[in-house]
């Protein structure tokens, strides 16, 4: 059954104390959600270990916003798998724009990143997207189909979120039309070979937005950037209607 899953994507944002003053707003604010409704928390290197342990025992999933696929090694800046997991991680965000855009991140290495999480337990959540260029250009739905191809390569859709995030969406304001979400994260599920696959739409997600989104047929979930970072809008987010 596709289960919906409603991540923050904290990018480089939040010292520990700022991380525990988020969640001392936003935890009051979730007791009455849904319990059909994931919630996850990717949060920057520094602060998964004081995340991970004020999250503990409750229904709030820590989440790394980046996965090297060799357990150990000479890598300097990059970290394992079985590091998350320790520290408690559940999901982790591979292949996001801004990494494919300013730190060379591949195709091959997202897939590679992909592989290496899942054979250690952790959930991907795979970002895919078209930039405004090839979105005028007529080319969104070659574009992703690639990205799909490549990056799903001996990947096991039992355990694996996509999130479909037009670049030009992402920290913009401009979010991209519900109903054309709804169509592009449609022609993502036409081309897996599992149905259930949790796909969520990601882009300028607001408090004002989401539930429109959400209403979506398609669409199973959220990622946020901006909008994860204030424990009442994320709140909002997280208690859609
Ligand atoms: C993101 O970080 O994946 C994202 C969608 O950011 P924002 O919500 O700020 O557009």
């Known amino acids: 059954m596709r289960r919906i899953i409603l991540a923050g994507n904290w990018k480089m944002h939040k010292t520990q104390e700022e991380a525990l003053e988020f969640l001392q707003g936003f935890m009051p604010q979730i007791e ?44 300097t800046g990059e970290i394992s798998a079985p590091m998350l997991v320790e520290i408690g991680a559940r999901y982790v965000v591979v292949g996001h724009s801004e990494r494919r855009q300013y730190f060379g991140e591949t195709d091959e290495t997202v897939n590679k990143r992909l592989l290496a999480a899942q054979s250690n337990g952790l959930q991907p959540i795979l970002c895919v997207g078209e930039s405004k260029q090839q979105r005028d250009a007529g080319e969104t739905e070659s574009h992703i189909i690639r990205q799909l191809e490549e990056d799903l390569v001996g990947v096991n859709q ?35 070979s599992n149905a259930n696959v949790t796909i969520q739409y ?40």
């Open 32 to 75: 009455k959600t849904p319990e059909d409704r994931e919630v996850v928390l990717c949060v920057p290197f520094t602060t998964l270990g004081v995340v991970s342990k004020n999250l503990h025992g409750s229904r709030v999933q820590l989440g790394a916003q980046n996965v090297h696929w060799e357990k150990t090694g000479a890598f």
């Open 202 to 241: 990601g882009g300028s997600v607001k408090p004002d937005n989401i539930d429109e989104i959400m209403a979506q047929p398609e669409i199973d979930g959220v990622l946020v950037g901006g909008a994860s970072l204030s424990p009442d809008s994320w709140a909002r987010i997280v208690n859609y209607k």
């Open 158 to 192: 039992e355990n694996l979120v996509i999130a479909y995030e037009p670049i030009w969406a992402i920290g913009t304001g401009d979010t991209c039309n519900s109903k054309d979400a709804n169509e592009v994260v449609g022609l993502i599920r036409s081309k897996l």
